[in-house]
């Protein structure tokens, strides 16, 4: 079901507010558990941080792709590989979250302006199907959020290990 306005318009204050939250989790980590994983299967904080740089790069060309293209195929990908085959642990998380940062505040400035009929465009997602602007808009608000508290699910299991 689209968004109505007010809707669209919450959620893309969450959206804008994303790497806030994402910046504040990352610093509460203390240097010597931000590598930690809470299991061999779990990201660290660092892995967590980089991923973001690359999903954020990646959604910011989908949502263009939406409202652009007539016919838009997104394709997705394995985050677990790319984590592993990009070695998430060599990437440099300040410039990381820089990146995260600045994507989002250009994709949301772009988002606020739009008039309202560039919004319900659908195009076809590789793994899920149908996929409009405002599935997008769901999952991109939502995603630095998860991730936010996944930094903050990590600490709080670090913590109890170090305690």
């Not at 318009?9 to 990352?26: D, I, N, Q, S, V």
């Not at 410039?95 to 319900?120: I, Q």
Request: with cysteine.
């Amino acid at each position: 079901m689209p968004f109505d306005v007010a809707a669209r318009e919450a959620f893309l204050r969450r959206y804008a507010k994303g790497p806030l939250l994402l910046r504040k989790a990352w610093e509460a980590v203390p240097p010597e558990a931000r590598t930690w994983r809470p299991s061999e299967d779990k990201w660290s904080a660092h892995e967590v941080v980089v991923h973001c740089a690359d999903s954020e790069t990646y959604a910011a060309v989908r949502i263009r792709l939406l409202l652009a293209e007539p016919e838009p195929l997104i394709v997705g990908y394995d985050e677990d590989v790319w984590a592993r085959r990009f070695y998430y642990h060599a990437s440099d998380p300040d410039l990381a979250l820089g990146l995260v940062e600045a994507v989002r505040a250009h994709t949301a400035a772009m988002l606020v302006g739009l008039p309202g009929e560039y919004w319900g465009r659908t195009g076809r997602h590789s793994q899920s199907g149908p996929y409009s602007t405002d599935d997008w808009l769901r999952i991109y608000a939502e995603h630095l959020e998860a991730h936010a508290a996944q930094i903050g699910r990590n600490l709080v299991a670090w913590q109890n290990l170090v305690d």
